[in-house]
């Protein structure tokens, strides 16, 4: 495992790797980059949710993605052309190029994962920290990454791994295995998939998933949700819990600080309720960038009329990170005011969070209104859900408590 300190001497190119991909067009996406070292090279296996593009004729709408009519020149592609499925940067890659998250990479025609095997931050945190707050509360969750990230969100928390590179940051190559048989010995029953954006890494997700499932141990994921429908319904098939961070109510906002855009987000969180998988929501509240009361209430009014009012949903104080160091932290007041927003539109679990001890950090019966599950910071502190009901006067809790 590295420490933060060699982190930060390996991710030197980070900044205008993340500035070169959000300018890159959507018809013809990769990065170049210097080759990775032969050894990633040579053990990177076959990725998955890919498709070949060997040539096209006529009016070409991957190199004219704006055509409608006639005029496009008849031409071949280059043979080796792909794209990835995998999530909904779509990226059309030339061979030797990677794709935006820059974990996956085009080899005469194959697209091959380079971070299959290759976690690079290994920790045991409490599962609150997820945040999880209706999934089994008090539990140890063994919690992974790799790097990259499709996204390039300049608040990012975790961007010495986001916005890595896979031969940046050395890892050993460990088979799933092996590290669900190290969740099982440190007593850990929830594995995470955590800290980058697990969605680069999903043949590996879904190897370890398989595997944990067979001990008994429920894999969850901590992701932006910008996946495509294929992929997201096998993680879902094999995922006992998905947290999404909703990072704003605004297309613009999407495109402009986090290079991605909102609709495919909105559609992930619509599924993984649909496929009836355990959801929860974190909205990371950005001062002068979505805090505004217009884009919070059409944020609570989406998740009330499309989620459901039973879903939780997480305010979450901003602190001043990787790009946006001149921005304050967020002011409680603020997440206060978002809580009370999405209580009074009928969302049942509404939280503040990353304000440690804070009362919005406690989960109520949403009717006798008394505390059911008290916390302090990331750990729990009591808790009154017996058989998932709340004890003083029975009402179901909506989660995972068993």
Not at 159 to 166: D, G, H, T, V
Not at 256 to 266: H, I, K, Y
Not at 284 to 290: C, E, F, K
Not at 377 to 383: H, W, Y
């Amino acid at each position: 495992m590295l420490t933060r300190r060699e982190l930060l001497a390996n991710v030197t190119r980070v900044a205008a790797v993340a500035g070169m991909a959000a300018a890159m067009p959507s018809s013809l996406n990769g990065v170049l980059a210097a080759s990775p070292d032969e050894e990633l090279l040579r053990k990177a296996p076959r990725a998955r949710f890919w498709t070949s593009v060997e040539s096209a004729g006529g009016d070409c709408r991957i190199c004219h993605p704006g055509l409608t009519g006639g005029g496009g020149r008849a031409h071949r592609h280059e043979a080796h052309l792909v794209r990835c499925l995998l999530c909904a940067q779509n990226c059309t890659i030339r061979e030797g190029q990677r794709g935006r998250c820059r974990t996956r990479i085009n080899i005469r025609g194959e697209l091959r994962s380079l971070v299959y095997g290759r976690p690079v931050a290994v920790h045991v945190d409490p599962i609150e920290k997820k945040p999880f707050y209706h999934f089994l509360p008090g539990a140890a969750a063994y919690s992974l990454a790799t790097a990259g990230c499709p996204l390039s969100c300049k608040f990012c928390q975790n961007w010495e791994l986001s916005q890595a590179w896979p031969e940046d940051l050395r890892a050993a190559y460990t088979p799933p295995s092996l590290l669900v048989r190290s969740a099982h010995a440190r007593r850990a029953p929830v594995i995470a998939f955590t800290y980058n954006e697990p969605t680069v890494f999903a043949e590996y997700l879904i190897d370890i998933s398989r595997e944990a499932k067979k001990r008994g141990l429920r894999p969850v994921i901590v992701s932006c949700g910008f996946m495509n429908r294929e992929p997201l319904i096998e993680m879902c098939r094999v995922l006992a819990a998905v947290k999404i961070d909703l990072k704003g109510f605004s297309a613009s906002f999407y495109r402009q600080v986090c290079g991605a855009e909102l609709d495919p987000v909105l559609a992930t969180i619509k599924e993984v309720a649909r496929q009836k998988v355990h959801l929860e929501i974190v909205n990371l509240v950005v001062p002068t960038l979505n805090d505004s009361d217009r884009m919070l209430r059409e944020l609570i009014a989406w998740i009330a009329g499309e989620v459901g009012l039973e879903v939780p949903v997480h305010f979450t104080r901003f602190h001043p990170d990787y790009q946006l160091l001149n921005l304050p932290p967020t002011p409680v007041a603020t997440l206060e005011r978002a809580r009370e927003m999405a209580m009074a539109a009928g969302l049942r679990y509404a939280y503040v969070g990353n304000v440690p001890d804070h009362p919005g950090n406690h989960t109520y019966c949403p009717n006798c209104k008394k505390v059911v599950i008290k916390r302090t910071g990331f750990f729990l502190a009591e808790m009154q859900i017996k058989d998932g009901r709340c004890a003083f006067c029975g009402q179901k809790i909506a989660g995972v408590w068993a």
